[in-house]
């Protein structure tokens, strides 16, 4: 079965600096998308990527998703208290009808 | 912006007893999930639902648990005879289609069995 790591575990950034969270798959990624959870609250879509080298941005945030399509990226600019929150990957299971989660990055910003 | 709603937001039960989970999906998504996470650990896929059907189950969604859409608006989570194991946090989602389309979620429902 597919597995999501996510690295870091947690991050503490300091307010205006630029950090990166990562997601690697065991298995070929075919729709990877980016979550954010605050604690004990609701997942907030943040971005969905599917194409091998695809790139998006929102805001200060912006997510890459490989060429070989087994590695996400989701890199902060210039991070600010509003960004503190856990950080879930999400990726399609095999058949595209269930998502699987990695455990979460938790990301703290101090000002 | 149109949004998955839920309630309860927290349900406190005993043991063994009947629980049902309301959820309001995004009014013209088809495709309804619920997702489960227990305390510290990852989201868990339990059940997706199409067409008054479910599609897909996991593992977890064993006979204790069933869904239902029980109108044109609100889509249920029921377990039957909760144990202690179920205490988690109980998250609807939806989307338009199924296959790689963007699942909107809910705020969740805590769940505590005592």
């Known amino acids: 079965s597919q597995e999501l790591e996510q690295s870091p575990q947690s991050l503490i950034a300091q307010e205006g600096k630029n950090l990166t969270i990562n997601c690697t798959s065991s298995k070929t990624l075919y729709g990877l998308y980016w979550y954010k959870q605050k604690y004990g609250e609701g997942l907030i879509f943040l971005m969905m990527l599917q194409k091998g080298g695809e790139e998006k941005s929102h805001e200060k945030i912006t997510a890459k998703l490989d060429e070989k399509k087994q590695q996400s990226s989701l890199h902060i600019t210039a991070s600010q208290p509003s960004h503190a929150g856990i950080y879930l990957c999400g990726a399609d299971n095999q058949a595209g009808t269930a998502l699987i989660f990695g455990k979460g990055t938790t990301l703290s910003v101090s000002s | 912006e149109p949004e998955v709603t839920q309630t309860p937001s927290h349900q406190v039960t005993q043991m063994g007893q009947e629980v049902i989970l309301r959820c309001v999906p995004i009014s013209n998504h088809l495709y309804f999930y619920w997702y489960r996470q227990i305390l510290g650990q990852k989201v868990e896929f339990l059940v997706s639902?199409?067409?008054?059907?479910?599609?897909?189950k996991s593992e977890i969604f064993d006979d204790q648990f069933s869904v239902e859409r029980p109108d044109g608006s609100n889509f249920t989570l029921k377990i039957r005879s909760t144990k202690l194991e179920d205490s988690a946090m109980y998250f609807c989602?939806?989307?338009?289609?199924?296959?790689?389309?963007?699942?909107?979620f809910g705020p969740g429902t805590r769940l505590l069995v005592l």
């Open positions: 989602a939806s989307s338009v289609r199924l296959v790689q389309e963007t699942q909107y």
């Open positions: 639902f199409y067409n008054n059907e479910i599609s897909e």
